[in-house]
């Protein structure tokens, strides 16, 4: 897994088709957007002052379209050089998207499955076992950091020595799993650098070949690379020392270990793959996974221990208020890097800096709260509601089962049903008319018939019945 030879060059990707222009998002004029940039932009301005950071690039996308994307402070303090949406950085373990999602590119195409042992395709794959009857070690774990498998494969955050393939695959067979597998939650950059080695097995080119020609080439992702000194690369720095000094850090190779951490991008390709993450369909041309098998990775495989954060395929899930959001950091000598993509509002932001100690989560979370939730609100559908009706309001009343009473209660113009012998009654299941008399159970989890239709039964002029999905209880007083 050494350096890309970007099949030909970037005059490869000038090959790729060019989408018919869309029209401009809602959110790219909306006034409450754009004062939630001024908003920003004076908070971050003040971070860089007074924290003394070099340089930051930031992007919000909402749903198909970068809508904002701005540079702050220096790309190079020496020379002055500015930071702009074309600044490059070396995007650090974001790689490891892009190897979750060669993965799934795969396993769409049958070539693997998730819970295939990573021996089948690489038999050289030993390591010492954390207990005597660990199983095998599989695909799906090394994505979800369930392996057990060592945080890394040498000193190479120290030494910026990074191994080659081939040394590598000579220093495994002495690495010790921490764990067994499944056992907890365990990040690892060694259990990235074998599913890249997997993809090279299976398709028998590069890691950085095989992202380049299925991943950056559809996406028109024309600015990234892997493992290679481009021009345009901001200058790296190290964490601000207690003199307030900070050095330059030189350009490192991640070599064997690319898959784990070797892609350098910008905020504007950047945002290309996180409008990926919004497509439907099946895959072909510009969606470069099918809508199944998004919906595969975004979803929680793998919890921490705490429960506050965990995994999917590739994709770092955290839950950060009331809001869910997917998305990965990756931090690199001299480059810190945050993505957090709020699935359900389509909107996605993007921060890239060039030192270690930026703070680049903290900073994308003020960025989602301000910029990334007025676009959100900006481009959000409005909803298609069904008028009240004041005659509905004779379903309100008390219905009983053989497992318990539902009382259905009437407030100024919409019905909720409680359980009467419940200890609480502020947080009702909500009845959304959709028409004819029918409503939709809205519950705030998926215990219940969430998502199911709820309609009554009338006899003689009467309500009788209230069935919900496939049960229905008979009402005992109006």
């Known amino acids: 897994m050494g350096r890309s030879r970007l099949i030909g060059g970037l005059a490869a990707l000038a090959l790729v088709p060019v989408l018919a222009a869309q029209p401009r998002s809602p959110a790219s004029a909306d006034q409450e957007v754009l004062g939630a940039q001024r908003l920003f932009s004076a908070w971050l301005e003040g971070q860089i002052a007074y924290r003394g950071l070099p340089g930051i690039v930031v992007g919000v996308v909402a749903d198909q379209e970068l809508i904002w994307s701005q540079g702050f402070g220096h790309a190079n303090l020496e020379t002055k050089a500015p930071m702009t949406p074309q600044t490059k950085f070396r995007m650090a373990s974001h790689s490891k998207l892009f190897t979750a999602t060669a993965i799934m590119q795969l396993r769409e195409q049958g070539k693997l499955h998730l819970d295939d042992p990573v021996a089948k395709y690489l038999p050289w794959f030993k390591t010492k076992t954390a207990g005597d009857d660990d199983g095998p070690i599989t695909i799906e774990q090394l994505l979800t950091h369930a392996s057990g498998l060592p945080r890394e494969a040498g000193d ?26 499944d056992t907890r939650w365990k990040y690892s950059n060694l259990a990235y650098t074998l599913a890249g080695m997997v993809i090279e097995q299976l398709t028998g080119e590069t890691w950085a070949d095989y992202v380049t020609r299925n991943i950056f080439l559809p996406l028109g992702m024309a600015s990234s690379s892997v493992d290679q000194n481009v021009s345009g690369l901001a200058t790296g720095y190290t964490r601000r020392m207690p003199d307030g000094s900070r050095s330059v850090l030189p350009f490192v190779d991640a070599r064997g270990m690319a898959a784990a951490t070797g892609i350098t991008s910008t905020v504007e390709d950047m945002a290309r793959f996180v409008s990926a993450q919004f497509r439907r369909g099946p895959r072909g041309g510009d969606r470069i996974l099918s ?43 001299g480059y810190t890097t945050q993505t957090l993509i709020q699935l359900d509002g389509k909107v996605g932001v993007i921060v890239l800096t060039n030192t270690n100690d930026s703070d680049p989560n903290g900073i994308a979370i003020q960025l989602m709260n301000t910029v990334g939730e007025a676009a959100a609100k900006a481009i959000a559908p409005r909803p298609v509601r069904v008028a009240w009706d004041p005659s509905w309001a004779r379903f309100a009343g008390l219905y009983r089962g053989r497992f318990g009473d539902s009382q259905v209660v009437l407030l100024a113009d919409r019905l909720v049903l409680i359980t009467p012998n419940a200890q609480t009654a502020d947080n009702p299941i909500q009845l959304e008319p959709i028409g004819g008399g029918r409503f939709r159970y809205q519950a705030p989890v998926g215990g219940g018939p ?16 209230m069935i919900t999905g496939d049960s229905y209880v008979d009402r005992v007083s109006p």
């Open 156 to 181: 190479h955050w120290t030494s910026y020595d990074f191994p080659t393939a081939d040394e590598f695959r000579a220093l495994m067979p002495d690495r010790q799993a921490a764990f067994p597998p």
């Open 450 to 465: 969430v998502g199911e239709v709820v309609r009554f039964v009338e006899e003689g002029g009467r309500v009788v019945r």
């Open 291 to 333: 809508s199944w098998s998004l919906r595969e990775m975004h979803r929680v495989r793998r919890l921490e221990n705490t429960w506050t954060s965990g995994n999917g395929v590739g994709f770092a899930v955290n839950r950060i208020g009331d809001k869910t959001y997917v998305g990965h950091g990756g931090g690199y000598p």
